[in-house]
């Protein structure tokens, strides 16, 4: 990454698990009332720590009903063999965690890179 770049990155998880409001507290740094998620949403926000800053992520919400899960596999099937997960505690409510989970992401995205070169 480095200078001005952006990445895109999905958000998926069951209904109520909180994605929604992570999204508007990273967008408006503030908490947002919700409602459930129909089909997605999609904002971009930028990077705002030491590690993210200059990358633009778009981030896509996508809700978590039954029906909308089969699609999540276009977002997981390309994942290698060996895949790296990393977890991160956060509060979407009051934003605890969410920088370094960020900062945490941008890491794992920055090993892939690396990787898929190497290939
Ligand atoms: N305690 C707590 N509640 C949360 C958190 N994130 C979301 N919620 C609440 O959980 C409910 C569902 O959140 P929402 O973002 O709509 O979930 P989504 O279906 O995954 O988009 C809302 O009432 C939120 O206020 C969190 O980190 N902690
Ligand atoms: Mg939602």
Known sequence: MGGTSS????????????KTTLLYRLKFDQYTETSQT???NCEKIMGVTERTKGILFKIWDAGG?????????SYT???????VWSTQATCAVTGEGLM??????????EKR???KKKR
């Open 100 to 109: 370094e989970a960020m900062d945490l992401m941008c890491e794992l995205i």
């Open 113 to 115: 890179k690396k990787t």
């Open 77 to 83: 099937s390309e994942l290698p063999a060996g895949q």
């Open 7 to 18: 990445v895109q990155l999905a958000m998926l998880g069951l209904d109520s698990a909180g």
């Open 38 to 40: 129909i089909g997605f």
């Open 65 to 73: 009903q039954d029906k909308i899960r089969p699609l999540w596999r």
